[in-house]
């Protein structure tokens, strides 16, 4: 039974990088309902973007990280507009044609050959770094440190910004933010876009802990899906405790029983979650009971 | 004339509102006062279409607003926020979890962060315990000041047409006066103001003209003191209601 210092460590990285895999979904859903599922394609690409920009054109890797933030983010505005808008509040039909495309992006990608083992994104920094008995990789300290700032970062977004303000305000209160004037196809336009660059911020992060493959897509979905519906749209402090929860359980059940289970807490969350709590562990159930 | 599915919401309705001046459009519940000034705010048109998208209700808008002459019936909502008709929507319309200054600083979302600024401290200047709750959620605010932060937010967009929907809604007699006296001010300042209310006697002292809508058709109409002795006679619209203003939950 390795120490438990080793289980909170990792536990802390597999949480940060559960919130990142997840937090561009997330972000989506929170603010214009539109549950994007093309979220886990957008992500493998954002990866096989810079991998490309970086191996081919031999870019610098910050113009190569920028690269692949910008083509998630036109790749979103493409979804966006061909294949959302079309269907918009038909949520069956949002989920269906969204993943659709995320199934055809990465089903591509395989068709295509990319899946051998040259597809390695670098650390941000290499080398690592002991935390008392444990011995981590700087990377994945980079990893938490991202997860943690992209959260203020949004959060500052959401409160400082005008057009964080509208997102917001459109979110809570639709017909009162159209009555100013905010315009909702713009809104759920930006909130598709701010989430898909948010998948090529978790790519370039995450990805370089492992290689990029195929299936790593289909993760992605279900991780957004499990952190989301555990965490509840409404706060970001639900989605952080979220991931928390489900990046200990994944390493405590990984220590525990074996490697493969995560997948099984994901969906144990998801269900237990949806029978118990609806709206999220921090979600106001209250108010939903009175809406009710 | 708006349709919703099969139910007349309004019929041949018209009213009209002059440079500076305030108007009321009385009724009871369900008279249609809501539609007609979502109508012609826009809003009416966003909601038409997004249930037409999701096969919901069917709802048929017909007839014409007009702005200083100019047909702007086809508008959409920001280009009429822009032009200065701004709505305050029903039932204290604030964003619950942004602050005070967020509600109104997004009040003013179409303007320039100048004029945004100056239209601010002018809804302050007016309901002054706006500055004491500047950092608190409008969600945490009693009805009396959230009906403050949608009027300071409508405020925001400067307006110089003011559609105001039941702004006394659920207030003590004390904070309708107060909510009253806000109107007369705005007027002062040269905006026209459309105030929809279902109890004409609270604020009667400011209206210069009303109109009386009830089952979407309009009943009467007049200056404040034709309004005021036809109160007598009509007890349903002003009399036996004036001492149980309806709260909502
Ligand atoms: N979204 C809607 N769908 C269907 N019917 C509606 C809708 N909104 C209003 N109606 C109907 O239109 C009529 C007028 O409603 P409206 O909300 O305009 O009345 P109101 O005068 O504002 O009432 P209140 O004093 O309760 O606010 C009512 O009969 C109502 O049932
Ligand atoms: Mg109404």
């Given at each position: 039974m390795p120490e438990l210092l080793t289980v909170l460590v990792y536990g802390l990285v597999q949480a940060a990088v559960l919130l990142l895999v997840a937090l561009g979904f997330s972000v989506t859903f929170g603010l214009s309902?539109?549950?994007?599922?093309?979220h886990g394609g957008v992500y493998i690409l954002s990866g096989f973007v810079c991998w490309f920009s970086l191996r081919?054109?031999?870019?610098p890797y910050p113009l190569a990280v920028a690269a692949s933030v910008a083509v998630a983010a036109t790749v979103g505005l493409l979804v966006y507009a061909a294949v959302i808008r079309p269907v918009r509040r038909l949520v069956l039909a949002e989920v269906i044609a969204t993943f659709a495309v995320g199934v055809a992006m990465l089903e591509l990608f395989r068709w295509m050959g990319l899946?051998?083992?040259?597809f390695n994104l670098p650390a941000v920094v290499a080398g690592s770094v002991a935390l008392g008995d444990v011995v981590v990789d700087a990377h994945r300290l980079v990893v938490v440190a991202s997860a943690a700032g992209l959260g203020l970062a949004l959060w500052w977004f959401g409160r400082a910004t005008r057009t964080g303000l509208a997102l917001r305000a459109m979110a809570q209160e639709e017909y009162t933010a159209l009555s100013l004037g905010i315009r909702e196809d713009r809104m759920a336009a930006l909130s598709v876009v701010l989430g898909s660059a948010l998948a090529a911020v978790a790519a370039v992060l995450v990805l370089p802990l492992g290689l990029i493959s195929i299936n790593l897509g289909y993760d992605a979905m279900l991780v957004a899906l499990a952190v989301t519906v555990t965490g509840?749209?409404?706060?970001t402090a639900g989605l952080v405790l979220a991931a928390l929860l489900l990046g200990l359980s994944t390493v405590v059940a990984g220590v525990l029983?074996?490697?493969?289970w995560s997948e099984v807490v994901y969906l144990a969350a998801i269900v237990a979650v949806l029978a118990v709590r609806p709206s999220g562990i921090l979600g106001r159930l209250k108010e939903l009971e009175e809406r009710v | 004339m708006v349709f919703y599915e099969n139910a007349?919401?309004?019929?041949e309705v018209s009213v009209q509102l002059n440079p500076a001046e305030v108007v009321g459009v009385f009724g009871s519940n369900g008279a249609g006062k809501t539609t007609l000034l979502n109508t012609v705010a826009g809003l009416t048109l966003v909601y038409a279409r997004r249930e037409a998208r999701r096969g919901g209700v069917r709802v048929t808008v017909a007839g014409q607003v007009r702005l200083e002459g100019q047909d702007?019936?086809?508008?959409d909502v920001p280009e009429r926020v822009r032009r200065g008709l701004v709505l305050c929507r029903e039932?204290?319309?604030?964003?619950?979890?942004?602050t005070v200054s967020e509600n109104l600083r997004l009040g003013g979302y179409l303007r320039s962060r100048a004029e945004v600024e100056e239209s601010v401290a002018f809804a302050c200047e007016l309901m002054p315990p706006l500055r004491r709750l500047?950092?608190?959620?409008?969600?945490?605010?009693?009805g009396g000041e959230q009906q403050m932060v949608a009027i300071g937010m409508a405020l925001a967009a400067r307006p110089r047409w003011l559609l105001l929907d039941?702004?006394?809604?659920?207030?003590s007699p004390a904070l309708q006066a107060e909510i009253v006296r806000v109107v007369g001010e705005i007027r002062r300042h040269g905006v026209a103001v459309l105030v929809a209310e279902q109890y004409a006697r609270a604020v009667l002292p400011v209206v210069d003209r009303g109109y009386v809508v009830e089952s979407g058709a309009l009943v009467l109409s007049g200056t404040r003191s034709e309004l005021a002795s036809q109160a007598e006679v009509q007890a349903a619209y002003f009399g036996g209601s004036w001492a149980s203003p309806r709260t909502h939950p």
């Open positions: 309902g539109i549950p994007n599922f093309s081919k054109l031999g870019w899946v051998t083992y040259e509840g749209t409404e706060r029983i074996g490697p493969h | 007349l919401a309004l019929n702007v019936t086809a508008w039932r204290h319309a604030v964003f619950r979890d942004l500047w950092r608190k959620p409008a969600g945490m605010l009693s039941e702004p006394l809604l659920g207030l």
